[in-house]
């Protein structure tokens, strides 16, 4: 972004850097949260009270969302200069970087075994769901730039593009080969690729939310 002779490839890298700043500043601090809240969860009753000291660290960890420049802010940030400003031109170059990811997973001569390759496949066929889903809402957020429906779904629409971008990266460690990466994908495209893609579906509009809060 600054020292490539090429202005073409520093535009494209200053513009990756400004679409991952909040997607690095916001959802890595929600899933603090949600791990601190999980290890809570396992100690039980006595992770309630003071013995551990696990009730103290999700306390702690809950000022990351807002030490990080509020979370919700940090979604709008991404919806409203970071997307439409360039009518989905950065997004789109990191969706274009997981269209390659994937074509590279659906080569199984790069696993080192069948079963390697079957699990990166899985994976693979997650990922691209879960893109799919953020494509399709950032022709969204792009058509709707600035509306009250957009920022209703912003924070929504940040979770489902930090959680492609997290999956890209690992299934490109996942082609690599090692077993501990191959894993650990696997479980992320579960526990996240998986459930994310539905988030998608954010163009259910300000309205309706209003409505259904009643207000």
């Given amino acids: 972004a600054v020292h490539h002779p090429d202005q073409d490839v520093r535009d494209r890298a200053r513009r990756r850097v400004d679409l991952f700043t909040p997607l690095a500043k916001a959802w890595p601090t929600d899933q603090g949260v949600l791990a601190a809240s999980t290890a809570l969860q396992v100690f039980g009753g006595m992770g309630f009270v003071e013995e551990t ?9 809950r000022i990351a969302p807002i030490y990080e420049g509020t979370n919700g802010i940090q ?3 991404l ?3 970071k997307v439409a400003r360039d009518g989905g031109m950065a997004m789109n170059e990191l969706l274009a970087d997981v269209d390659a990811t994937l074509s590279a997973a659906s080569d199984a001569t790069l696993s080192p075994s069948a079963a390697a390759a079957a699990a990166v496949a ?3 066929t997650s990922l691209a769901r879960a893109a799919e889903s953020l494509r399709q809402a950032t022709e969204w957020v ?8 957009v920022l209703a779904g912003a924070t ?60």
């Fill in 156 to 215: 929504a629409y940040l979770a489902l593009a930090a959680s492609v971008a997290a999956g890209n990266f690992m299934v490109r460690q996942a082609l690599l080969g090692d077993p501990l990466d191959i894993a650990r994908t696997t479980v992320f495209a579960a526990e996240h690729l998986d459930r994310v893609a539905a988030l998608g579906a954010i163009r259910v509009g300000a309205d309706v939310l209003a409505t259904g809060l009643g207000i």
């Fill in 75 to 77: 979604a709008i940030d």
């Fill in 142 to 149: 792009v058509a709707h730039p600035g509306s009250a429906d």
């Fill in 122 to 124: 899985d994976a693979a």
């Fill in 53 to 61: 000291g696990i009730a103290q660290r999700y306390r702690d960890v």
């Fill in 79 to 81: 919806v409203g200069r």
